[in-house]
C-alpha cells in the first residue's frame, strides 16, 4: 500500500514565524502536491513537483515556497507565516503519468 | 480546460437510506473520473475510479457509472451506514502533463443512527 505521510497532525505557528511542513512517499511517486483545504473552497493546489528539483505553481502558490531534494520528501514552507494561513494543508503523490493520488492525514496549522 | 461539478451538502440521511451524489463534468476527451472520501479529521481516499466510458466503478459499497450521454458521475449507495458520514469529492485530470486533478467542492454526507 502507498504511504504518505505528514510531518505533524497538528501545528499552532505565531504570525511572522517560518513554518516548515514535510510530506514523505514510500512508493517512489514522481509527482508530489500540496493542497490547502478551507470550508467551502474545497482543495486549491498550492505546488506541485514532478521529480526532484522540479516544481511548479499552483492556484494559489503567493506566501508558500516548496523544496525537493529527494525523491520521496516534499516540503512546503510558510517564509512568514500569516493568520490568513491558518487551514489544513494536504500532501499527495502519484506516479508519473497516472492520474491517481494518494494523499497523507493532513496538517492543521494554526497561525495566531 | 476540464471540470467537475456536484452538488451541494450536507446531504443528511438516516442510516439505511439510499444515497445519491451527483457529479458532472466538462472535458475535452473521456478522461478518467474519481470519487474520493474523506473521514473526519483524516485526509482524502481513493473510494474508486472510472477509466472509459460505461465503466462502473465500486468499492466498500458505493458505485458510480461513468456516463458520456449525460457527462455524469453519479455515487450511489443503496442502504448506508453511520460509519459512511464524511465529505465526498469527485474529480477528473485537468489535462496536460503532471496528473493534475480538478476536484469538486465536496458533498458533506452526515448519517444519523
Known amino acids: 500500500d502507498v504511504k504518505v505521510t505528514q510531518s505533524s497532525r497538528y501545528l499552532v505557528k505565531r504570525t511572522g514565524e517560518k513554518v516548515f511542513l514535510e510530506c514523505v512517499q514510500d512508493m517512489d511517486h514522481e509527482n508530489m502536491f500540496w493542497y490547502r483545504q478551507d470550508p467551502g473552497l474545497g482543495l486549491r493546489l498550492i505546488y506541485f513537483s514532478y521529480d526532484v528539483k522540479m516544481k511548479e505553481k499552483g492556484d494559489i502558490p503567493e506566501g508558500y515556497s516548496v523544496s525537493r531534494e529527494k525523491k520521496e520528501r516534499f516540503s512546503l514552507i510558510l517564509e512568514s507565516a500569516s493568520t490568513n494561513q491558518t487551514s489544513m494543508y494536504l500532501c499527495?503523490?502519484?506516479?508519473?503519468?497516472?492520474?491517481?493520488?494518494?494523499f497523507g492525514p493532513g496538517t492543521r496549522l494554526l497561525v495566531l | 480546460g476540464n471540470s467537475v461539478t456536484q452538488m451541494e451538502g450536507p446531504v443528511t440521511l438516516s442510516e439505511e437510506a439510499f444515497l445519491t451524489i451527483n457529479c458532472t463534468y466538462t472535458a475535452t476527451g473521456y478522461p478518467s473520473l474519481f470519487w474520493y472520501v474523506q473521514y473526519p479529521g483524516e485526509g482524502l481516499q481513493l473510494l474508486l475510479k472510472?477509466?472509459?466510458?460505461?465503466d462502473k466503478g465500486s468499492n466498500k459499497g458505493f458505485e458510480a457509472t461513468y456516463r458520456k450521454e449525460t457527462t455524469s458521475f453519479h455515487l450511489e449507495k443503496g442502504s448506508v451506514q453511520v460509519s459512511d458520514s464524511a465529505v465526498y469529492f469527485c474529480?477528473?485530470?485537468?489535462?496536460?502533463?503532471?496528473?493534475?486533478?480538478?476536484f469538486g467542492a465536496g458533498t458533506q454526507v452526515v448519517v444519523t443512527p
Open positions: 474529480a477528473l485530470p485537468l489535462g496536460g502533463s503532471w496528473g493534475k486533478l480538478q
Open positions: 499527495a503523490s502519484s506516479r508519473g503519468g497516472v492520474e491517481t493520488q494518494y
Open positions: 472510472a477509466t472509459k466510458a460505461d
